[in-house]
């Protein structure tokens, strides 16, 4: 076997949660398999041109009738974690009222075989496939959603919150708000800032609301939400792409660290949009700013702005991931250093890092994604560093545990750390998961020597 990157040195708590991560529509397939019902993104992906190679998750990686195979991977892989989404139309198919039991005892079988092989789960409730069916009456648009989502919430942790380590409920609102509703890029394909504005309201409406209703129902489950987030930075000095920055961070940190850990929406975002601002009723940011359990943090790399819009990433003279973005793993200090700063967080953890890369090289019957583990080896070092410099890190898991359907890109970038072969569906692990085993090897064993 060849040598593997080096591991990072710093020392993580022994009680530290470290995964591997997959969202439902991206692994599961069986897209109509035991009543499940459809999903904006099972229509977003019959609209010709949405996605890039004009595939879909009808089958995906298969992982719906692969289960007890995939959780025997990730078991061997070292960590102690999972982290995965339940497809709201698979158990609860209209996305209200009746409740789809095959959908449920799939997830209980997921659930109860991560326990089985020691592993802590952490479930995330809304990974962006709402049921297409409350999508007609407006989706995530429409206030109705928020309590039917409640609704949804409370189901779930009714069947499986006593054995739930996290409960996030959203993933990376700013996407199904700004890509989803705004730029129209990813389902449901709407081009709206006012739409957007009231997206992203909702959402974090949804969240605060369903934080109460599962902590008057007796919540065991840790509870939190999952932002996507970067440092972002002005292309040049200049003072039109500084306050281009400004309105940026605003955008895309402080519309959603604000009003959850502030309780307020910052003015500059609110003044720029003016009429499309976010329709805001009595109490509804007193709601959102619920106390969190823990906060997840999705890390790719920094956001660069320029005052014209025309930075390329390629400007930036930094090595670039096959997905176009820079790799800046001390960007992730940067930010976690930021938010320390600025606001009063919970236990923060890594729920999304890692890259797409070509993976073409094959040596010693070894898929060789050298550089995927060096963007592993380099991103949790700027965790570590950030633990010592007194950030309350919780935990950092890789995106993915395997190659998947990468929303509008479809399956042509692979970001897993096992390789999925899409004819026959075989699963290989790279270098990568071999590396994560050895670097969960060497944790395991600084935590015996205390
Ligand atoms: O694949 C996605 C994931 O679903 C959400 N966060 C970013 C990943 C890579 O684009």
């Known amino acids: ?30 897209a109509t398999a035991d009543g499940k019902g459809p999903s904006v993104w099972d229509s977003f992906c019959r609209q010709p041109g949405a996605i890039a190679d004009a595939s879909n998750g009808d089958v995906a990686c298969d992982h719906y009738h692969r289960l007890e195979a995939d959780l025997d991977l990730i078991a061997s892989l070292g960590v102690n974690s ?46 962006w496939d709402l049921p297409q069916a409350l999508q007609q009456q407006g989706g995530w648009m429409h206030r109705d959603t928020v309590q039917h989502f409640v609704d949804y919430a409370r189901g779930i942790q009714a069947r499986l919150g006593d054995r739930l380590s996290t409960l996030a409920t959203h993933n990376e609102p700013w996407v199904m708000a700004t890509l989803g509703h705004e730029t129209g890029i990813f389902a449901p394909g709407v ?61 895309l940190v402080r519309w959603y660290m604000d009003p959850l850990l502030k309780g307020a929406y910052p003015e500059d975002v ?9 329709p805001v009723q009595a109490g509804d940011l007193a709601a959102i700013a619920q106390p969190l359990d823990w906060l997840g ?16 990433a390629r400007q930036g003279g930094l090595p670039l991931t096959e997905m176009g973005w820079e790799i800046y793993p001390q960007g992730l200090t940067e930010l976690l250093l930021r938010l320390k700063r600025d606001y009063a967080v919970p236990p923060l953890v890594i729920t999304e ?83 994560l085993s050895a670097f969960m090897a060497r944790q395991r064993l600084l935590a015996a020597r205390g």
């Open 191 to 251: 081009k709206s800032r006012r739409s957007a504005s009231a997206v992203a309201h909702h959402l974090l409406l949804s969240h605060g609301l369903s934080l109460q209703a599962l902590r008057a129902d007796g919540a065991r489950a840790r509870l939190g939400i999952v932002l996507n987030q970067s440092p972002v930075q002005p292309a040049t000095p200049s003072a039109e792409d500084a306050a281009a920055a400004r309105l940026e961070d605003g955008k």
């Open 353 to 435: 890092n890692g890259g797409a890369f070509p993976d073409a090289t094959w040596h010693d019957g070894e898929l060789a994604d050298d550089d995927r583990c060096a963007y592993l080896a380099s991103h949790i070092g700027a965790v570590g560093d950030a633990l010592a410099a007194g950030v309350p890190m919780a935990g950092y898991i890789v995106w993915s545990l395997m190659d998947n359907f990468e929303w509008a890109s479809g399956y042509a970038k692979r970001f897993g750390i096992v390789h999925v072969d899409y004819q026959s569906l075989a699963r290989t692990p790279k270098r990568s998961a071999r590396w």
């Open 82 to 127: 999972y982290r995965f989404s339940v497809s709201w139309p698979r158990v609860q198919p209209l996305g209200q009222g009746a409740w789809n039991p095959a959908g449920l005892d799939f997830y209980e079988r997921l659930v109860d075989g991560l326990l089985a092989r020691g592993l802590q789960a952490h479930l995330t409730l809304n990974h």
């Open 297 to 312: 943090l999705n890390y790719y790399s920094r956001a660069v702005v320029s005052a014209s819009g025309a930075w390329d």
């Open 1 to 30: 076997m060849s040598p593997i990157a080096p591991l990072p040195t710093q020392a993580f708590p022994a009680d530290f949660i470290w995964g591997v991560a997959t969202a439902a529509f991206q692994i599961e397939g069986a």
């Open 270 to 278: 609110l003044a720029w949009l003016g009429d499309d601002g976010p």
